[in-house]
């Protein structure tokens, strides 16, 4: 069974830095895409940013310039570098990878991480 671990959410100040972390745990996981969404009271989830397994990285308009999504795929992870944090930014942040195992398709979420920025 593979399961995503997350890490890192908090509150910050506005204008602070946060990095989220979320670690596939278990084996013969062959991860695709891997990315972060978030989804504020009220709201939809959307997209925050997205890296393929080529590098290949998307971002949502609100946050290009302020925060970065990098992965290990040695370790399996995916890290969002969050900075000039803005209240707007408050929410839950869920990670969410896609590959193969025992060449099925698999699509896992993390149990989501809460971002508060206070202004």
């Known amino acids: 069974q593979v399961q995503l671990v997350e890490s890192g959410g908090g509150l910050v100040q506005a204008g602070g830095s946060l990095r989220l972390s979320c670690t596939a745990s278990?084996?013969?996981?062959?991860?695709?895409?891997m990315g972060w969404y978030r989804q504020a009271p009220g709201k939809q989830r959307e997209l925050v940013a997205r890296?393929?397994?080529?590098?290949?990285?998307n971002y949502a308009d609100s946050v290009k310039g302020r925060f970065t999504i990098s992965r290990d795929n040695a370790k399996n992870t995916v890290y969002l570098q969050m900075n000039s944090l803005k209240p707007e930014d408050t929410a839950v942040y869920y990670c969410?990878?896609?590959?193969?195992?025992?060449?099925?398709?698999?699509?896992?979420w993390g149990q989501g991480t809460l971002v508060t920025v206070s202004s």
């Open positions: 278990g084996s013969f996981f062959s991860i695709n895409v």
């Open positions: 890296i393929t397994s080529g590098g290949n990285m």
């Open positions: 969410n990878q896609q590959g193969t195992r025992f060449l099925k398709y698999l699509e896992l």
